[in-house]
């Protein structure tokens, strides 16, 4: 009784992160494009199994993943050995963005649009190891109480001076991959490492030390990707690519046999997560597992949710991006497409729960200095402005170089200029922006906009709308806390 009631729970919080997608893609529907699309109901079906998946994801992460890990760290955190925490930051790190459900969605994608010249395994373990040192070494430096701006100022300087490098078959995804690294796994998770490390630790703020894990999540694994793009694209390029299935009868049907092979699949994309967990509890804590029953039973939820997610995506999400992006290219003139982008970044960002809970903890830890809910309409702003934005590369058939590399100059001239105290947070809030319900849908977006518009690649034109949603809510946030502190000094000026 308690486990349904709870699956109610996360299936109604699933739903309600659901609705301002299907608001969004209603008005539009009814209001401007006056139709209904063909596939409706395989579309509706498809986001009901979604939101199943996702009750049945989450429900598993709390009653296994969650308590283990968040015990762990703890633990680790009471026992103060620096290698041993470094090497479970590693470690987590790792396995939680293996199996993170909107990378998989993206690894996939990109290998069948560029003809499997990117291998979705290797996209997916590239980040995963990219990730893993990461946090590691923001475990350090929250031991050590290095500033974060530092690392994240050099850390940017380097994406800016790989991608000039890097082939504009890659640099979207690249930027996109290092955005999806931070969703439903990874960010309870790596917070909880943070935030639980700086305040055990005597002379370490949460806010300016416990902050910053996510934010190195998301800026390493866009330099790695880039560089192994760099490597694969250095040969000989292959003729044309393949367009992104969008529900085609082999894509949708599933019979007994292909259902298992997709089960066994998820198998190995949460296993990792499940090892680590294991080799840590048993052979470095020699401690015995606190009702192992509930914890397996957690781990089956795990894997149904990412099942029925991945199916769900191929009914509902994907069709609906590429759907309302053939649609509304198909009207005179953009600006209900720039429109569209801008509602549904706005509208998604506003109910992502993630951003909500860092907002109040963000509240908290400030004391009064900032406030939670303006916190989260500067992020939503920004997340609208970055997806309209990067609608309009599309159109344009701008390199998204220039786009990416200028954003990021102007990162780095804030982070100069900020309060210490924002840094961390505004660049973590750039991480936790995109769920896994709103990727897919925009990703998809992306692709079936460059799809539309005669002239454009959709590999390298189709992704990199994620990257930008990460990207200006740093922005936003940032000049927040400047014009914030700037109003504060002239009112001290004052009196």
Do not use: C
Request: no cysteine; glycine share 10%; hydrophobic share 55%.
């Amino acid at each position: 009784m308690f486990y349904l009631k709870a699956f109610s729970h996360s299936f109604l919080h699933a739903l309600k992160n659901l609705l301002p997608i299907v608001v969004v893609v209603v008005f539009f529907q009814l209001a401007v494009l006056h139709q209904v699309p063909d596939k409706a109901p395989s579309m509706a079906f498809g986001l009901l199994i979604v939101a199943v998946g996702v009750a049945l994801f989450l429900q598993g992460l709390e009653l296994s993943i969650f308590p283990i890990g968040k015990s762990l760290s703890n633990q680790f955190a009471r026992r103060g050995s620096v290698p041993i925490l470094l090497a479970f930051g590693f470690a987590i790190g790792f396995s939680a963005v293996v199996a993170e459900p909107a990378l998989i969605a993206v690894a996939q994608q990109a290998q069948e649009i560029s003809a499997g010249r990117i291998e979705a395994l290797t996209l997916r373990l590239l980040v995963a190891t990219s990730v893993g040192t990461v946090v590691a070494l923001g475990v350090f430096r929250t031991i050590m109480g290095y500033p974060l701006h530092w690392f994240m100022i050099g850390g940017y300087i380097t994406v800016v001076i790989v991608t000039w490098f890097a082939p504009e078959e890659i640099v979207g995804l690249a930027y996109d991959s290092g955005g999806v690294t931070t969703n439903v796994v990874t960010v309870p998770l790596v917070a909880a490492l943070g935030i639980g490390l700086a305040a055990s630790i005597r002379g370490r703020n949460p806010l300016t030390d416990g902050f910053g894990l996510v934010a190195l999540a998301v800026m390493v694994p866009m330099i790695t990707v880039q560089l192994y793009g760099i490597v694969v694209y250095s040969g000989q390029q292959s003729e044309g690519e393949l367009i992104m299935d969008t529900g085609s009868t082999e894509s949708t049907t599933t019979g007994p046999l292909k259902a298992l092979l997709e089960l066994a699949e998820m198998v190995r994309d949460v296993l990792p997560i499940i090892l680590t967990i294991l080799v840590f509890q048993y052979l470095v804590l020699r401690r015995r597992l606190n009702n192992p029953r509930r914890i397996l039973f957690g781990f089956a939820l795990v894997l149904l949710g990412l099942y029925a997610f991945v199916v769900g995506l191929k009914l509902g999400l994907f069709p609906i991006g590429t759907s309302m992006a053939e649609q509304l290219m198909s009207l005179d003139g953009y600006h209900f497409v720039y429109l569209f982008a801008f509602m549904i970044g706005f509208a998604t960002t506003m109910a992502e729960p993630a951003l909500i809970a860092i907002g109040h903890q963000a509240e908290e830890a400030a004391a009064g200095t900032l406030n939670g809910n303006a916190i989260r309409l500067f992020v939503a702003v920004g997340v609208a402005i970055g997806i309209t934005v990067g609608v309009h590369r599309i159109i344009a058939g701008d390199s998204i170089h220039y786009y990416v590399m200028g954003g990021y100059l102007v990162v780095i001239l804030l982070t100069t200029i900020a309060p210490r105290y924002i840094i961390a947070l505004a660049y973590d809030l750039g991480g936790v922006t995109t769920s896994e319900v709103t990727v897919p849908l925009v990703t998809a977006l992306g692709i079936g906009l460059a799809s539309s518009i005669e002239g454009r690649s959709v590999l390298i034109d189709g992704f990199g709308l994620i990257a930008f949603a990460s990207i200006f809510p740093i922005i936003t946030v940032m000049a927040y806390a400047i014009v914030i502190d700037h109003i504060a000094a002239r009112r001290k000026t004052v009196t």
